[in-house]
C-alpha cells in the first residue's frame, strides 16, 4: 500500500487535486485506531486517497464515498481497484445533498468524514444526524479555512459565504449537548465531533 499511497500522493500533486494533508494523516490514523468505526460515509472522494486510508486503517471497515465528479470517481476507482480493499469501498456519484436525502433510514454509520464542497457542511450535518450512530464520529476537513474562520480579519468577498457556512458548522459541532468536539489547526483545520446522544 506504500507504494500506492506515495503514487497518490504525486497524481494528487501533479493534477492539484486536494488530498488529505501530510500533517493530518497521523491523527486520521489516531482516529481510526481509537474509535475503530465499521461502517464508514465519507462526502468528497476526489481520487479516493482517504478512503483508502480508512480502509487500510479500519480493519474490515466498510466504505461509502460520495463523489460529485465523473471522473475524479473513475480516478479514484482505478485506484482502488489496484488496493486490496477493492470489495469495500462503494463510490456513489452524484450530489451529496440528494444522495443523503436518499439514504435508506436503516443505514447507520459509526464515522463520517466530511471533505466537499464547504459552504455546504451545514446542509451536510443536518442530514447525516439521522445516519449516525450514537457514539459515532463525525470527522471534517477545512474547518478554520484558510484562517478565516477564526480569524478577526475581513475575508475575501469571493470566500465570504464559506466563512459564514462553516462558522455556522462549528457552532452547531460545538453545542455540547449533542457533541463532544474536538479541533486540530495543524493544516486548515480538522473537526472531531463525537455524538453524545441521540438528537
Request: hydrophobic content about 40%; charged content about 25%; aromatic content about 8%.
Amino acid at each position: 500500500m506504500d507504494c500506492l499511497f506515495k503514487e497518490m500522493e504525486i497524481f494528487a500533486e501533479e493534477n492539484h487535486v486536494p488530498i488529505i494533508k501530510e500533517a493530518e494523516r497521523a491523527i486520521f490514523r489516531g482516529i481510526m485506531a481509537k474509535y475503530q468505526p465499521k461502517h464508514i460515509l465519507e462526502i468528497g472522494t476526489a481520487i479516493g486517497y482517504s478512503a483508502l486510508l480508512m480502509a487500510h486503517c479500519g480493519q474490515g471497515a466498510k466504505i461509502k464515498t460520495l463523489e460529485l465528479s465523473e471522473e475524479r470517481a473513475r480516478t479514484a476507482q482505478s485506484f482502488i481497484d489496484r488496493s486490496p480493499y477493492k470489495d469495500d469501498i462503494e463510490i456513489v456519484v452524484g450530489d451529496a445533498g440528494e444522495t443523503l436525502l436518499s439514504l435508506a433510514a436503516t443505514e447507520m454509520f459509526d464515522m463520517v468524514f466530511i471533505d466537499a464542497a464547504k459552504g455546504q457542511y451545514p446542509d451536510y450535518l443536518q442530514k447525516i444526524l439521522p445516519h449516525l450512530n450514537a457514539g459515532g464520529v463525525i470527522v471534517t476537513d477545512n474547518v478554520l479555512f484558510r484562517g478565516y474562520v477564526l480569524g478577526t480579519g475581513k475575508p475575501p468577498r469571493r470566500y465570504k459565504t464559506i466563512v459564514k457556512r462553516l462558522r455556522e458548522y462549528l457552532q452547531i459541532i460545538n453545542d455540547e449537548k449533542i457533541f463532544k468536539t474536538m479541533i486540530y489547526e495543524d493544516g486548515d483545520g480538522l473537526a472531531v465531533s463525537q455524538k453524545i446522544n441521540d438528537n
